[in-house]
């Protein structure tokens, strides 16, 4: 698979992954991470993790890579076709206010984009997917009806998940996101968040 780290791209194997994760016992991966502060913040926060950002814009992620914490790993993969390196490896996963082809991914049942997320986490592992109105918006629907459907997927996908909460234009300043702290400073500083975990069988 590709990765980004320092000033270059370069490729990891299975082998060279497993190397790298020893002795994590906790590996999070962020799906869609966009410019990779998400994953810069929660890898100096939880030095005991690993902490994974997957983007299929390798340009995002030039500043943030070079000065990564030691415990983390950019990987540059679509997340229609996530890596199978990363297969059975996350304990826990966030998908920050995905749009495009990734949320569309969210909302559609047996989708390859919920087909990857299931693929990449452990039985139990935990899952949060924060949602913005703006992203529903602009493919015709509302952030109430998006959440649901969105829930709805990761459901049948072999997820329990718990009803929608709210976040406000406070809770979004708290989120350690580029993209986040844009949407709190909006028109529309709406948004939701679903967790949940996924099923032991």
């Known amino acids: 698979m590709e990765i980004y780290r320092g000033k270059h791209a370069s490729f990891m194997d299975a082998r060279l992954l497993v190397e790298q994760l020893a002795g994590y016992e906790h590996i999070h991966i962020d799906i869609?991470?966009?410019?990779?502060?998400?994953?810069r913040h929660m890898a100096a926060a939880r030095p005991q993790h690993f902490v994974i950002g997957v983007d299929a814009c390798r340009e995002n992620l030039e500043e943030t890579a070079r000065r990564a914490p030691a415990n983390s790993l950019f990987v540059i993969a679509n997340a229609q076709a996530l890596p199978?390196?990363?297969?059975?490896?996350?304990?826990?996963v966030t998908v920050n206010f995905p749009w495009g082809s990734l949320l569309e991914g969210l909302l559609e049942v047996n989708s390859q984009v919920l087909a990857g997320v299931k693929a990449i986490t452990r039985p139990r592992a935990q899952l949060e997917v924060r949602l913005n109105s703006g992203a529903l918006a602009e493919i015709g629907i509302s952030l109430e009806v998006g959440a649901e459907q969105v829930r709805h997927a990761l459901t049948a996908s072999g997820f329990n998940m718990q009803p929608p909460v709210e976040l406000t234009a406070v809770d979004l300043r708290a989120i350690p996101t580029t993209w986040a702290k844009r949407l709190a400073y909006g028109r529309d500083p709406r948004g939701v968040?679903?967790?949940g975990g996924k099923r032991q069988f």
Do not use: I, K, M, Q
């Open 193 to 195: 968040s679903l967790t």
């Open 84 to 92: 199978p390196e990363l297969h059975g490896l996350a304990a826990s």
């Open 32 to 39: 869609g991470t966009g410019d990779g502060r998400f994953v």
